[in-house]
């Protein structure tokens, strides 16, 4: 049987940091959600990372990103992803807090090429600092 690579993250728990014990399970394999049978608790392998929370798939959102960062403009890539302008307003801000997580999960699931991967980065740090062209 294939067993979790991960702890449980409750520090009262008698497995607390315990890697391979058997006592994590899957709650949700589709949103990656785990359970501790030890302590009873579930969380999200996603907490604190740019994913968490989301409720659009991944790839739409980081379409939207990369189609905002090659200059397209937002109205369009909202309405050809069928998304609000809003959403892609919080993505961009969740993507400035977490650029480095962003930039690695564009060249994972989009497979975008280091000049695209540049181009984004220059997108966010103007975003970032706000400076005017």
Avoid at 99 to 113: F, Q
């Amino acid at each position: 049987m294939y067993k979790i690579r991960t702890s449980c993250r409750n520090n009262k728990c008698p497995y607390y940091r315990r890697t391979g014990a058997g006592n994590i399970i899957y709650k949700s394999k589709m949103n990656s959600i785990f359970f501790c049978k030890g302590c009873r608790r579930s969380w999200s392998e996603n907490v604190g990372s740019f994913l968490y929370n989301l409720k659009t798939p991944t790839k739409v959102v980081l379409r939207c990103l990369l189609s905002v960062s090659t200059g397209n403009p937002l109205r369009k890539t909202a309405r050809d992803e069928r998304v609000t302008t809003d959403s892609i307003f919080s993505w961009v801000s969740r993507a400035e807090e977490n650029l480095p997580e962003v930039l690695d999960l564009l060249e994972d699931e989009l497979r975008v090429n280091q000049k695209q991967l540049r181009q984004f980065y220059n997108f966010m740090k103007h975003t970032i600092t706000g400076q005017n062209n």
